[in-house]
């Protein structure tokens, strides 16, 4: 009965190749976001969709591209991965676009080496 | 721009002992989140705060929205070994109708039996 789901738990690759993220919830929420968190701790959006259009996209290289083929899935794809791309990614959904309690994922810890 | 300035970062404490972890900023928000992190995992909301002046409790834990909701407290009272993981608070901003959530960099808790 998990809630939101990300795969996979960890991604380590090299740099310049292209890989992707996929996040699912089950929470039959409108909203879904992708974060990035550091290595110290500090947590920031990047994207956020509600029932499958962009509504917030946070300054985030183009190489960063999500895609929502329905309001339950949102996946990131990341080109040409630098090495500062290393970090945790989490997915989060939430029933509103404000007011509404986000609910994370997992995280998957993307190594770029 | 940190918009969020948390602190401590860091608090090591003996079980038993009280604490208070600060939430500040000079901007504004609709409302104020308070999140807890275990190591592997996702960011789980513990309260939201909203109207200025609120005080919200949960067991133990007792979070307070500033006035002017620019800042927030948690306090831990009698902590427990249970109580140890990163707390992060984040202020909601509203923007063309959706919101977006802005984190501080944590603070990392540990209660020692």
């Known amino acids: 009965d998990t809630a939101v789901s990300q795969t996979p738990k960890y991604l380590v690759t090299q740099m310049g190749n292209d890989k992707s993220i996929k996040c699912e919830q089950n929470l039959g929420h409108d909203t879904m976001y992708w974060y990035k968190q550091d290595s110290k701790k500090f947590l920031k959006i990047m994207f956020s969709y509600n029932n499958k259009e962009l509504i917030i996209n946070e300054t985030v290289p183009n190489r960063f591209s999500p895609k929502s083929p329905d309001k339950a899935h949102l996946n990131l794809h990341i080109n040409s991965l630098e090495l500062g791309d290393s970090a945790v990614y989490f997915c989060?959904?939430?029933?509103?676009?404000?007011?509404?309690?986000?609910?994370f994922g997992p995280g998957t810890r993307l190594t770029v080496l | 721009t940190q918009l969020l300035e948390q602190s401590p970062q860091f608090l090591s404490i003996q079980e038993g002992e009280n604490l208070t972890v600060y939430c500040n900023s000079s901007?504004?928000?609709?409302?104020l989140q308070w999140y807890r992190q275990e190591p592997g995992e996702g960011p789980v909301l513990l309260v939201t705060v909203v109207t200025g002046g609120e005080v919200k409790k949960l067991k133990r834990l007792t979070f307070q929205f500033g006035d002017a909701r620019k800042d927030s407290s948690l306090h831990i009272t009698a902590a427990q070994p249970g109580d140890t993981g990163l707390y992060l608070c984040a202020g909601a901003r509203l923007r063309g109708g959706s919101e977006k959530l802005v984190f501080g960099k944590g603070t990392k808790l540990t209660v020692n039996p």
């Open positions: 989060a959904s939430s029933q509103m676009t404000s007011g509404g309690t986000q609910y």
């Open positions: 901007s504004v928000f609709s409302s």
